[in-house]
């Protein structure tokens, strides 16, 4: 499929009821499902209109993060809230740092130093015992630890949500997602955490450019969710 032509001259954001769009030619931009692309902060309305404007003679998606977690949180969180709050619990039952190497001592040792405080962070701070085990056979965590989980994720509006789903999705560990949103730790320490594995056995045996692409991708994702959910959180 060719690339979509630019066919706007001016860019601008605009005002309705406290939420806050861009128009494109004095006309508002909508999602791909027809839905008013309207947003919470003046600031990431603002942040989407410098996309659209530093578009050329074709209009690059790939170049436009902002705009894309828009339409994800507007399409797809919005109508779909309750089936991702089942999702990111069900991450919680099947925590990445539930899981620790049972026959590399070295790699366990750095699971430990690096893992063991979000899991009591996650028990002192929400309320969620969980179990960690070595080896890779399933964790049985307790209903009510998956369940506070579930009910953390459930405090937070469809944009935050959508950034707290979009970090588990990415890093695999709901515990990890929940402490970025809380502003416990910062992407790039999330991304650390999430692929410590990863990590480990590129220092050890080296890695090709295929996986070190793969993560580069998904760290830039993890950066733009972060900074996505400092503009949602500005105020006005």
Known sequence: MSAKKRFYTSVDVSEEAGRFGVTLDGRAVRSPAGTLALMP??????AVAAEWQAQEQEIEPASMPFFSLTVTVIDRVTPQ???????LEAYG??????????????????QQRVWMPWIDWARDSLGADLQVAPGIMPVSQSAAACA???????SFD??????LHR???LGGSM???LAFINGKMEANALFDAAFLD???????WGSDWEAEDRRAGIKSELADAERFLQLVRMAG
């Open 41 to 46: 902060s003046r600031a990431l309305a603002a």
């Open 81 to 87: 809230r309750a089936a991702i709050l089942q999702e």
């Open 167 to 169: 970090t588990v999705t």
């Open 158 to 163: 469809d944009w935050v949500l959508g950034m």
């Open 93 to 110: 039952g099947n925590d990445l740092l539930c899981y620790h190497d049972g026959d590399d001592s070295e790699l366990a040792a750095r």
């Open 198 to 204: 990863e990590l480990w056995q590129a220092e050890k």
């Open 148 to 154: 506070t989980l579930g009910e953390a994720a459930a």
């Open 175 to 177: 515990v990890l997602g």
